[in-house]
């Protein structure tokens, strides 16, 4: 106890002392170190905020001229018609399957690795796997989706051709893509359990199984959530794989409308897909302004505000559970 | 109940085993077919005409991650010392969750900005203007190098938080400044987590797409250049522009194979940076 105290208080306590040691001086190098150090902070976070309001100003006035018309709107070449609906259900649909897939596969194999697994090679392989598979650029995940569940599946429903680039291949594949991220957030929940709770737990008699399931896991719910909303604005968020994969550009018949039968009819997946990134990116690179600023900017704003609220949601989450178990 | 978690943990490996056997299964026909002198040739990356010169695209990779490190390395180290030795607690709980923010914010909307914004303001104030093209190499590295920030900050940050205080009262009793102490104990402590930082924001910015996808100045071809002022293709850049549009009838039968064996070559390059930043990360565990 004692320990903590005084680590806990060595900057003051150093302060002091050094106050004392220099008497009146001013360490001017020293300030002027700190003062860059501080500089590379808040420039980093000045470029947040230029990035920020440039997309509100760029982005704004597409809302406030056409408002709800835009986000129920289908793709068109016109850009004063042109609506992102059809990207939203595709980002619907990819972040359903992130929670459907890669959240099980994911939690599943940290409690494994953290709760049953032996100390052996295999393991130990398996981990550096999973850390190397989350350092894989996510383009490489882009041509796995294309090689395995495009062409040798074929799209999940065995058309032909390029119908195959459907909507389910894409959200397999950024299931896939999100994966190492739920193992090693969830494993890093799991590694924060006590020992005691697991011991007591085992000491009144309880299987492996029960340990895991009374003691571990809803101690480690909250840091596993984390994981999980992080690795579901990943997904939300990532355009490169799926424009491998063979996201529409430019023109999509079918599933524009946002009216709930609409957005949650499964009948989407079958079918050929965009995703709101890949609508920013393919309105990013027309030469029309319309569609290279105001467009593409209003479709970042939509999708930017559910990637920020569920990043924000995760890291307030975490900030919490972590101040209340240090007290 | 062990049996089921086992096969999910072994999930991760039949993924590494997939992605290794499709990218060599599709790469292996553009390298038995390809004719090796255009593709070892310094003049442009043309698959629709057959033109493959590899180091085109290696050289755009090469100077988009020299732009992003030289932004990336000294604002994230710079920002990580602050959190790590200087902000206070209750600065700290609020500036750390800001750059977690920035974190977050997907590679799109960066090529975004990175074409809207820093190619008219940052690049065209200092350079000039260019006519006809907007994108260069320089506004997506330095696009690029903003999104690898917080990884290069987090990581060394954990590094020098892993630093045992003892060094730093030690320092500070000796009568070090606190600068002094930072420059001559914490952050030689923390090197190898430092070095790992740095060469996994390399691998995420050779990774990255979208950025040099939406502003690299280049569309589908790419002439070779090593000048940032100009626009290209870096690897992952070409494999998202080839895959664009191949609904379309495609000039050359190597183009999609190409795909493949352009990918095969990042995977390796970002595996094998990969593997020596975790080796470089497992050793500041081993010391403290």
Not at chain 1, 76 to 92: D, E, K, L, M, N
Not at chain 1, 184 to 192: D, M
Not at chain 2, 177 to 197: D, M
Request: aromatic share 6%; with cysteine; proline share 4%.
């Amino acid at each position: 106890m004692a320990l903590t105290t005084i680590s806990s208080s060595t900057g003051a306590v150093r302060g002091s002392v050094e106050r004392a040691l220099r008497g009146a001086r001013v360490d001017v190098r020293g300030r002027l170190f700190e003062a860059a150090l501080l500089a590379c902070l808040l420039l980093s976070m000045l470029v947040l905020g230029v990035l920020l309001h440039t997309v509100v100003t760029d982005g704004m006035p597409v809302y406030t001229e056409r408002g709800w018309e835009f986000l129920d709107g289908a793709l068109s070449s016109s850009a004063s018609r042109a609506g992102i609906s059809q990207g939203i259900v595709g980002s619907f649909w990819i972040a359903a399957g992130v929670v459907v897939l890669a959240v099980p596969v994911g939690v599943g194999a940290a409690i494994y690795l953290e709760e049953y697994a032996p100390r052996n090679r295999l393991t130990a392989f398996i981990e550096l796997n999973v850390r190397n598979l989350a350092g894989v650029p996510s383009v490489v995940y882009g041509l796995l989706g294309l090689a395995i569940f495009v062409e040798a599946l074929g799209g999940f429903s065995g058309q032909s051709d390029v119908d195959r680039r459907t909507l389910a291949a894409a959200a397999a594949t950024l299931a896939v893509l999100v994966l190492p991220i739920v193992v090693i957030t969830t494993a890093e929940a799991i590694r924060a359990v006590p020992r005691s709770l697991r011991e007591g737990a085992y000491g009144v008699g309880a299987t492996r199984w029960e340990v895991v399931r009374t003691q571990v896991l809803p101690y480690a719910a909250p840091g596993i959530l984390t994981g999980c909303l992080l690795s579901i604005a990943r997904a939300v968020g990532e355009a490169a794989p799926l424009i491998v994969v063979g996201a529409v550009t430019g023109f999509l018949s079918r599933g524009a409308g946002l009216s709930v039968s609409n957005v949650v009819d499964p009948g989407h997946l079958t079918e050929r897909f965009v995703a709101l990134p890949t609508i920013v990116s393919h309105w990013a690179k027309l030469p029309e302004e319309e569609f290279k600023v105001a467009n593409s900017s209003a479709a970042i704003l939509a999708m930017l505000a559910f990637v920020l609220l569920v990043n924000t949601l995760a890291i307030v989450l975490r900030n919490r559970v972590e101040r209340k178990r240090s007290t | 109940m062990g049996l089921v978690l086992r096969g999910a943990a072994l999930a991760s490996l039949l993924v590494s085993a997939l992605i290794v056997g499709s990218l060599a299964a599709n790469a292996a026909g553009f390298v038995a077919e390809v004719d090796w002198g255009r593709v070892l040739a310094n003049d442009a990356w043309n698959p629709r005409q057959g033109r493959f010169s590899i180091s085109t695209l290696v050289v755009g990779s090469l100077v988009i991650t020299g732009v992003a490190m030289v932004v990336a390395a000294p604002l994230g180290l710079g920002a990580a010392v602050y959190l790590s030795e200087y902000a206070r607690p209750r600065v700290r709980a609020v500036l750390k969750p800001v750059l977690e923010v920035l974190a977050g914010i997907p590679s799109v909307v960066l090529g975004v900005f990175a074409l809207n914004w820093i190619a008219p303001e940052v690049v065209g104030t200092l350079f000039g203007e260019r006519e006809g093209r907007t994108g260069s190499m320089l506004a997506a590295g330095i696009g690029v190098g903003i999104l690898t920030i917080p990884l290069m900050a987090s990581v060394s940050e954990d590094a020098m938080r892993a630093v045992p205080s003892a060094l730093r009262q030690a320092s500070a009793a000796l009568g070090a400044r606190r600068a002094t102490t930072t420059l001559r104990v914490v952050l030689p402590a923390a090197v190898s987590g430092i070095v790992a930082a740095f060469v996994l924001a390399t691998s995420r910015a050779i990774g990255e797409t979208m950025v040099v996808f939406i502003a690299g100045g280049a569309a589908d071809s790419a002439t070779f250049t090593a000048n940032p002022l100009d626009g290209s293709l870096t690897m992952t850049a070409a494999m998202a522009s080839l895959a664009t549009g191949t609904d379309g009838v495609r000039a050359d039968a190597l183009a999609v194979p190409a795909l493949y064996f352009v990918g095969i070559v990042l995977f390796a390059l970002t595996l094998g940076l990969n593997l020596v930043a975790d080796r470089f990360v497992r050793r500041v565990r081993r010391t403290y």
